[in-house]
């Protein structure tokens, strides 16, 4: 899957918006508009962002978890 698609998935699942998904992510408000433009990121950028995907969807899944667990 590529890296945008990936980004826009959690955009939508997180209402996050673009500009701190990329704040946060890589530390460039712009980072997600200049993806759609056409930019090309570094691996070691991609990287970046695939791991601060995976840790804030490990994160949500937890808190998913204890609120099943309250519900019961």
Do not use: H
Not at 15 to 32: E, H, I, N
Request: charged share 35%; no cysteine.
């Amino acid at each position: 899957m590529e890296l945008l698609d990936q980004i826009e998935g959690y955009l939508a699942r997180s209402g996050t918006k673009a500009s701190m998904f990329g704040r946060q992510a890589v530390g460039d408000p712009r980072f997600v508009q200049d993806l759609r433009e056409g930019r090309r990121p570094r691996r070691k950028t991609t990287q970046r962002v695939l791991n601060f995907l995976a840790s804030t969807e490990r994160v949500a899944s937890t808190r998913s978890d204890r609120v099943d667990v309250l519900a019961d």
